[in-house]
Protein backbone atom coordinates (compact mmCIF):
# COMPACT_ATOMS: atom_id res chain seq x y z
CA UNK A 1 0.00 0.00 0.00
CA UNK A 2 0.69 3.90 -0.50
CA UNK A 3 3.20 5.12 2.36
CA UNK A 4 4.33 8.47 3.51
CA UNK A 5 6.73 8.69 6.02
CA UNK A 6 8.06 11.89 7.19
CA UNK A 7 11.22 12.87 9.72
CA UNK A 8 13.29 15.10 10.30
CA UNK A 9 11.14 17.57 12.23
CA UNK A 10 12.57 18.95 15.82
CA UNK A 11 12.93 21.75 17.89
CA UNK A 12 15.07 24.62 16.58
CA UNK A 13 16.12 28.20 17.40
CA UNK A 14 14.89 30.96 15.52
CA UNK A 15 17.78 31.32 12.25
CA UNK A 16 18.51 27.86 12.50
CA UNK A 17 17.93 25.12 9.72
CA UNK A 18 15.98 21.33 9.38
CA UNK A 19 15.90 19.29 6.55
CA UNK A 20 12.66 16.98 6.44
CA UNK A 21 12.37 13.88 4.12
CA UNK A 22 9.98 11.94 3.21
CA UNK A 23 10.22 8.14 2.39
CA UNK A 24 7.85 7.21 -0.14
CA UNK A 25 6.62 3.24 -0.97
CA UNK A 26 3.75 1.81 -2.69
CA UNK A 27 3.72 3.69 -6.03
CA UNK A 28 6.21 4.71 -8.52
CA UNK A 29 7.84 7.46 -7.22
CA UNK A 30 9.43 8.81 -10.13
CA UNK A 31 6.38 9.18 -11.87
CA UNK A 32 4.26 11.92 -9.69
CA UNK A 33 5.02 14.91 -8.18
CA UNK A 34 5.17 15.90 -4.66
CA UNK A 35 3.90 18.55 -2.07
CA UNK A 36 4.83 19.71 0.97
CA UNK A 37 2.08 20.89 3.36
CA UNK A 38 2.23 22.17 7.00
CA UNK A 39 -0.78 23.00 9.02
CA UNK A 40 0.07 25.89 12.14
CA UNK A 41 -2.27 25.45 15.39
CA UNK A 42 -5.57 26.84 14.96
CA UNK A 43 -5.00 27.46 10.63
CA UNK A 44 -5.25 26.02 7.54
CA UNK A 45 -3.09 23.46 6.12
CA UNK A 46 -1.05 25.21 3.20
CA UNK A 47 1.03 24.47 0.53
CA UNK A 48 4.55 24.87 1.09
CA UNK A 49 6.53 23.54 -1.83
CA UNK A 50 5.54 21.28 -4.88
CA UNK A 51 8.30 19.52 -7.26
CA UNK A 52 7.96 18.14 -10.89
CA UNK A 53 8.56 14.29 -11.43
CA UNK A 54 12.27 15.42 -12.29
CA UNK A 55 12.85 17.90 -9.67
CA UNK A 56 11.92 20.87 -10.89
CA UNK A 57 10.64 23.46 -8.75
CA UNK A 58 6.88 23.85 -9.40
CA UNK A 59 6.20 26.40 -6.38
CA UNK A 60 7.10 27.93 -3.59
CA UNK A 61 4.76 29.16 -0.94
CA UNK A 62 5.30 33.37 -0.85
CA UNK A 63 6.15 33.19 3.25
CA UNK A 64 9.07 30.56 2.29
CA UNK A 65 10.44 32.06 -0.48
CA UNK A 66 14.67 32.67 0.09
CA UNK A 67 14.41 30.50 2.93
CA UNK A 68 12.92 26.94 2.19
CA UNK A 69 13.89 24.58 -0.89
CA UNK A 70 12.28 21.08 -2.12
CA UNK A 71 14.45 18.56 -3.66
CA UNK A 72 14.03 15.03 -4.58
CA UNK A 73 15.87 11.55 -5.07
CA UNK A 74 13.99 9.26 -7.63
CA UNK A 75 16.13 6.26 -6.92
CA UNK A 76 15.69 6.86 -3.26
CA UNK A 77 12.29 7.32 -3.32
CA UNK A 78 12.68 10.53 -1.25
CA UNK A 79 11.96 13.97 -1.38
CA UNK A 80 13.26 16.64 1.32
CA UNK A 81 12.29 19.92 2.29
CA UNK A 82 15.61 22.35 3.34
CA UNK A 83 14.39 25.02 5.90
CA UNK A 84 17.05 27.74 6.40
CA UNK A 85 16.56 30.87 8.20
CA UNK A 86 13.70 29.08 10.20
CA UNK A 87 11.15 31.64 11.88
CA UNK A 88 8.84 31.19 15.09
CA UNK A 89 5.77 31.57 12.05
CA UNK A 90 7.45 28.28 10.20
CA UNK A 91 6.12 26.37 13.49
CA UNK A 92 3.84 23.73 12.23
CA UNK A 93 3.15 19.96 11.22
CA UNK A 94 4.65 19.33 7.58
CA UNK A 95 3.07 16.84 5.94
CA UNK A 96 4.24 14.83 2.51
CA UNK A 97 1.28 14.41 -0.26
CA UNK A 98 1.03 12.78 -3.23
CA UNK A 99 -1.85 12.84 -5.69
CA UNK A 100 -2.10 9.17 -7.77
CA UNK A 101 -4.01 9.20 -10.90
CA UNK A 102 -4.91 5.97 -11.77
CA UNK A 103 -7.64 6.49 -14.17
CA UNK A 104 -10.15 6.33 -12.04
CA UNK A 105 -10.75 8.60 -9.84
CA UNK A 106 -7.74 10.70 -8.74
CA UNK A 107 -6.21 9.09 -5.00
CA UNK A 108 -4.79 11.39 -2.04
CA UNK A 109 -2.05 10.36 0.16
CA UNK A 110 -0.70 12.04 3.33
CA UNK A 111 2.05 11.10 5.77
CA UNK A 112 1.80 11.33 9.34
CA UNK A 113 3.29 14.45 9.61
CA UNK A 114 6.40 15.73 11.54
CA UNK A 115 6.34 18.40 14.28
CA UNK A 116 8.32 21.52 13.67
CA UNK A 117 8.48 23.46 16.16
CA UNK A 118 10.65 27.03 15.88
CA UNK A 119 11.06 28.98 19.55
CA UNK A 120 14.49 30.39 21.41
Known amino acids: QVQLVESGGGLVQPGGSLRLSCAASGFTFSNNIMRWYRQAPGKERELVATISTLGGILNLADSVKGRFTISRDNPKNTVYLQMNSLKPEDTAIYYC?????????????WGQGTQVTVSS
Open 97 to 109: YVRLTTGRAPLDY
